[in-house]
């Protein structure tokens, strides 16, 4: 590909309601995030500088986080809405950011309807989402033209402060579409009942927008092209919904796939890349104003190929542009090497948005913190030595480089990468390598020293004289110290892993943190029939097709081979402490796949006989063939104490820090900001 071939680089022209064009500067759009931002009292110039950041980076057109057009389309209760001038008055300052850096903004409009957790939630019927703490009141008919006067007012506000246009966001089970699946949709009024009424509401909003603003006026429209629920719409509803759509005036269709209370993955790590283009394709080729494609694609490459195959238009990346915001400058300067690729893990946005927190990203803890956490050039460029090569060390040992220091990085494994190396070998997680391959380009193109396989010796780093060393050692397998403890059967999770040592036919894993259930899913792990997408719509039971209503269909039943016991001594169900947006997933897959799953459990020895335990003061064995210990992690610090005593300035980030509740995006938050600092 170059620069003049490429399609996801060439402009857009999008036709205008009066005939006349607007030029979208490339292909690429940012899709819309929630960030958390919108709700701080600094928060309009950290999110101009948090969008002005990914504009800079080239992305064609941004769409913001939804906000709703009245207060009981609010998410949850005190949240910010477009509804008065006074609120809108404060956007300005995005818009300018983005216009300067040569990029297109929209505002998306999103109003909750039963998702909304506050108690004065609206919604087509009185129903409850299996997701919400309260039952919405029905919409009276006055209800509902007021709600779509209030998105015409909303798109005016919008326009009046700079925004290009609206997205109007008709999917992932929210009010519009709501209203168009009988799933939430029981009235048996107009706006309810035959397709025609179901649609009316979100047609109607589109067609108040487009009326209410001047002719360049962006209308995108976000539609559940697979709701991926029972009582969810057909194929042929889609179409008819998406050609209703185009026609009251939207000018770009942006599909999107599954409720937020689905159950099954869309965005997740282990969904194939790309996974649902060809919906997008068929949906394409019923529709004249240009498709946007979705839903998992964090590589610039895949989306060239997917426009090249003209499976849509337009791409939209979301996470990929926390990750990166330089993304599509790396991409069209040939150094796609250099991107840091969105692995899907949640951890840092998905996760801490729904939990109330700001979003941020795992693999670039500066997404939204663009104003804080700042990379810039040394004044007093310093020798540092960076000990271990695990995510908290790779993100000092690169940022430190980046600044401008001289930085030497010691491992004594002969890879980067510590515990990323394992998380890449479990089923689903494979996108960690992506991270090992940034963070390897990245140290050879700053020039930073690499003594892998070398294990650091205070001694040795004395004699070299650093200014700074950063003790990034991570963390060693706690110890445990029952009978039996020592039995060649009782493995390490390590070696598991990596396929050191064979495993048995039956297994007890001690210990269901992150690395047990990684370790269980390892272990219950079955190749199916088919290629890795077929694989993944049969496991989930996803309909491709779209015959059936919601695109569900039967799962294809679970098969393990192995008997695996995953145990805690915590009383409370397994996996409390799994992401919030994932560790529904990995539950579900181990439970379906009959994986015994035990907490409060004591545990008093092995022995030939197998795992001897007490649950609820009852005594049992387990017989199992082997035990995998994954009973979480002490601090490595053996290097602290001679360095410390010999006055070396040093710092500790990570794990080796700190052992309890480790996971990589603190370690590589740490990393970063120590390296900030130095
Ligand atoms: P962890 O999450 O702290 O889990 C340790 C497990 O061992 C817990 O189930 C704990 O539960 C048990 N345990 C602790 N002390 C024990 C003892 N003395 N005897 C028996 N069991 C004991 O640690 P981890 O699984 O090693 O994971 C380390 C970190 O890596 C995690 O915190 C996580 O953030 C990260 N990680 C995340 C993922 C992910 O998917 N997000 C995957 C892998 C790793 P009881 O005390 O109740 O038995």
């Not at 309890?660 to 390296?675: K, M, N, P, S, Y």
Request: charged letters at 20%.
């Amino acid at each position: 590909m170059t620069p003049a071939s490429s399609k996801l680089l060439s402009p857009l022209c999008l036709t205008n309601a009066d005939g006349t064009t607007t030029m979208l500067r490339n292909r690429l759009i940012m899709g819309s995030m929630h960030t958390g931002l919108e709700e701080l009292p600094d928060g309009w110039e950290r999110l101009a500088a948090f969008y002005a950041e990914r504009a800079a980076g080239g992305v064609g057109l941004i769409v913001t986080g939804g906000l709703s057009p009245n207060s009981e389309g609010n998410m949850w209760s005190g949240m910010r809405t477009l509804d008065s001038e006074e609120a809108a008055s404060p956007h300005r300052v995005i818009t300018e950011a983005v216009h300067a850096q040569g990029a297109h903004i929209v505002i998306q409009l999103l109003h909750a309807g039963r998702y909304a957790t506050h108690a004065d939630g609206v919604a087509p019927s009185a129903l409850r989402s299996p997701i919400s703490p309260a039952t919405p009141r029905e919409m009276s008919a006055d209800d509902i033209h007021r709600t779509l006067f209030d998105y015409a007012q909303a798109a005016i506000l919008a326009q009046g402060v700079g925004y290009d246009g609206v997205e109007v966001m008709g999917a992932e089970g929210y009010l519009i579409n709501q209203f168009m699946a009988p799933r939430a949709n029981q009235r048996n009024d107009e706006w309810g009942g035959s397709l025609e009424n179901r649609i009316r509401f979100g047609v109607e909003a589109v067609r108040k927008v487009r009326a209410a603003t001047r002719s360049n006026f962006i209308i995108i429209f976000r539609l559940s092209m697979l709701d991926l629920v029972q009582g969810g719409c057909t194929w042929d509803e889609v179409v008819e919904m998406a050609k209703a759509i185009e026609a009251a005036g939207a000018n770009i269709i942006n599909p999107y796939v599954g409720w937020h209370e689905s159950r099954v993955p869309t965005i997740a790590t282990l969904v194939p890349r790309g996974a649902f283009t060809g919906l997008t394709l068929r949906l394409k080729s019923e529709l004249g104003v240009p498709v946007v494609a979705s839903n998992r694609i964090n590589d610039p490459g895949l989306a060239e190929q997917i426009l090249a195959q003209g499976g849509a238009d337009l791409v939209s990346m979301a996470r990929p542009l926390l990750a990166d915001p330089m993304l599509l400058k790396k991409y069209a300067s040939g150094q796609s090497t250099l991107i840091n690729t969105c692995i899907a893990c949640n951890q840092g946005c998905l996760d801490e948005a729904f939990s109330g927190r700001l979003t941020t990203c795992m693999v670039n803890p500066r997404a939204c913190r663009e104003t804080e956490l700042r990379i810039e050039p040394t004044a007093k460029p310093m020798r540092i030595a960076v000990i271990g090569a695990g995510p908290g060390g790779l993100a000092c040992a690169v940022t430190a480089a980046q600044r401008g220091h001289e930085v030497t990085l010691y491992d004594a494994a002969p890879v980067i990468g510590g515990q990323f190396n394992l998380a890449r070998l479990i089923p689903g997680k494979e996108e960690y390598s992506e991270t090992l391959r940034y963070f390897s380009a990245e140290l050879v193109r700053l020039g930073v020293e690499q003594r892998l396989g070398e294990r650091a010796a205070s001694k040795s780093l004395l004699a070299a004289g650093f200014d700074h060393v950063v003790l990034a050692t991570g963390v060693v397998p706690r110890r445990l110290s029952w009978p039996g403890i020592e039995h060649p059967r009782v493995l390490r999770y390590a070696d598991v892993i990596e396929g050191r040592t064979p495993v048995g036919a039956r297994v007890a894993i001690v210990g269901a943190g992150g690395i047990g259930f990684d370790v269980a899913e390892l272990l219950s792990h079955e190749h199916l029939e088919g290629n890795e997408l077929e694989q993944f719509t049969a496991t989930w039971g996803i309909d491709l097709q779209g015959q059936s209503p919601g695109g569900l269909t039967n799962p294809q039943p679970a098969r393990m081979s192995r008997e695996l016991w995953l145990l805690q001594r915590r009383s409370d169900s397994l996996g409390k402490g799994l992401g919030k947006t994932t560790g529904w997933i990995r539950r579900a897959l181990l439970r379906r796949r009959g994986v015994n799953m035990l907490s409060g459990v004591v545990y008093d020895r092995f022995d030939e006989e197998g795992l001897h335990i007490s649950v609820g003061g009852v005594a049992r064995i387990l017989p199992v063939d082997h035990v995998v210990i994954c009973a979480g992690q002490d601090s490595d610090r053996s290097l602290l104490g001679e360095l410390e005593s010999a006055g070396q300035p040093l710092s500790l980030v990570g794990g080796a820090r700190m052992a309890g509740e480790l996971d990589a995006t603190r370690a590589i938050d740490e990393g970063v900001r120590l390296a900030c600092r130095l």
